[in-house]
């Protein structure tokens, strides 16, 4: 015999069945003022402060834009700075060679970070904080001079 619904579910065929409810996305968008420089910009602060009372679940990260990335790093010890070196040595902005040439001078270099830093990141949450490690801060990379500001949004899946 097939399996119904209600077996599958462990209920008795004389009971309405109880399926598990879709977890409840709550979801906010911040604004981070990025400058017209290349940057790291810590957004666990922000992240702490959306998460504060939550309990526990999963919290998604994502920037939806071609030209920025999202990071998980020790940043304020000169993390930051050497990953940003080390972005314009993998991929020079003066570099020629790109094929995307819109916008600033080494533009083309700027939609090639979210192939390397991707443009969204997953962290458990735990009793309504991120369970990080002591030196972890999220962080959103911007090298492209063109935009300001830069929308992030924060999704909470309770748990």
Do not use: K
């Not at 602060?45 to 939806?64: I, S, T, W």
């Not at 570099?95 to 700027?110: C, I, K, Q, V």
Request: charged share 20%.
């Amino acid at each position: 015999m097939a399996p119904t619904r209600d077996r599958v579910a462990g209920l008795s065929s004389g009971r309405s069945p109880r399926w598990p409810r879709r977890p409840a996305i709550d979801t906010i968008v911040i604004t981070v003022a990025t400058g017209r420089r290349p940057g790291v910009h810590d957004l666990t602060p922000q992240v702490r402060a959306y998460l504060r009372g939550r309990g526990d679940g999963l919290l998604n990260v994502f920037v939806p834009h071609a030209t920025a990335g999202l990071a998980i790093i020790e940043i304020g010890a000169g993390s930051d700075h050497d990953l940003l070196d080390r972005l314009e040595h993998l991929l020079p902005h003066e570099d020629p060679l790109y094929r995307h040439r819109h916008g600033a001078s080494g533009h083309g270099a700027d939609h090639v970070v979210p192939a390397f830093l991707a443009p969204t990141l997953c962290v458990p949450v735990v009793d309504g904080a991120p369970a990080l490690g002591v030196w972890q801060s999220i962080v959103l990379v911007d090298t492209n001079a063109d935009n300001p500001d830069r929308q992030v949004r924060l999704s909470f899946v309770a748990g």
